[in-house]
T-cell receptor, first 111, second 113 residues
Framework: GESVGLHLPTLSVQEGDNSIINCAYS??????FIWYKQESGKGPQFIID?????DKRQGQRVTVLLNKTVKHLSLQIAATQPGDSAVYFC??????????FGKGTTLSVSS | DAGVTQSPTHLIKTRGQQVTLRCSPI?????VSWYQQVLGQGPQFIFQ???????GRGNFPDRFSARQFPNYSSELNVNALLLGDSALYLC????????????FGSGTQLSVL
C-alpha cells in the first residue's frame, strides 16, 4: 500500500547531540518527500523537502537524505536543542496525488 | 503575513450532530487541503480543493464533504457525527502546483460526546 512509516516512535537525545530520525516508504513511484515538525497544540511545520532526483539536501542545522534503492528517508538535526523537542513526520507524494504522512517520531531533548 | 487560519479552535458536539469547520488559506494560495489527525497518529488526507474544484479525496465516508469559495477559503462539513470523528482537523494551503509543500493551520480540535 501507499504508506509511510517511521522506524522508531520515540528518540531521546542530549542537548548538543546530533539526532537522526528515520523513515521508510513503500511507494517506489513517490517523487517528493517532506519532513514536518509538530509541537503540542500546533499544526505541522515545514522543515525541509527533497525531490526524487536528489539524494541529499541541507538546510539550517538539518539535512535530509534519500536512498531510493532501499526506499529510506532520514532527517539529521545537528546540535539538537530543547526547542527541537516535538513530533517529526515524514510525508511523501507522487505527482498529482495527496501528501501521505507516516505515524511520527517523538524527539525528546534533555539539557 | 497571516498564515493559515482555522476556526473554531475547539468544538464539542454530540453524536448525530453536524459540524462545519472553516479555513482561510495564506494570501495567494489557491489550493486547500483538509486532514484528520487522531491522537498519536499522522495526519490523514480527507480532501484537496484547487480553484473551487475537488482535486482529490481520501478514504472517508460520504458524511464528510467540503467546498472552496471564490476567495479560496474553505469549509469542511461532517454530518451524523460519530465518536470516532473526534480528532484534530487540519487545513493546509499551497499555491496549487504539483509536488508542493503544504502550510498548515493550527487545526480545530473536535470532540464528539
Amino acid at each position: 500500500g501507499e504508506s509511510v512509516g517511521l522506524h522508531l516512535p520515540t528518540l531521546s537525545v542530549q542537548e548538543g547531540d546530533n539526532s537522526i530520525i528515520n523513515c521508510a516508504y513503500s511507494n517506489s513511484a513517490s517523487d517528493y518527500f517532506i519532513w514536518y515538525k509538530q509541537e503540542s497544540g500546533k499544526g505541522p511545520q515545514f522543515i525541509i523537502d527533497i525531490r526524487s532526483n536528489m539524494d541529499k539536501r541541507q538546510g539550517q542545522r538539518v539535512t535530509v537524505l534519500l536512498n531510493k534503492t532501499v526506499k529510506h528517508l532520514s532527517l539529521q538535526i545537528a546540535a539538537t536543542q530543547p526547542g527541537d523537542s516535538a513530533v517529526y513526520f515524514c510525508a511523501e507524494n507522487q505527482a498529482g496525488t495527496a501528501l501521505i504522512f507516516g505515524k511520527g517520531t517523538t524527539l525528546s531533548v534533555s539539557s | 503575513d497571516a498564515g493559515v487560519t482555522q476556526s473554531p479552535t475547539h468544538l464539542i458536539k454530540t453524536r448525530g450532530q453536524q459540524v462545519t469547520l472553516r479555513c482561510s488559506p495564506i494570501s495567494g494560495h489557491k489550493s486547500v487541503s483538509w486532514y484528520q489527525q487522531v491522537l498519536g497518529q499522522g495526519p490523514q488526507f480527507i480532501f484537496q480543493y484547487y480553484e473551487k474544484e475537488e482535486r482529490g479525496r481520501g478514504n472517508f465516508p460520504d458524511r464528510f464533504s467540503a467546498r472552496q469559495f471564490p476567495n479560496y477559503s474553505s469549509e469542511l462539513n461532517v454530518n451524523a457525527l460519530l465518536l470516532g470523528d473526534s480528532a484534530l482537523y487540519l487545513c493546509a494551503s499551497s499555491f496549487g502546483g504539483v509536488n508542493e509543500k503544504l502550510f498548515f493551520g493550527s487545526g480545530t480540535q473536535l470532540s464528539v460526546l
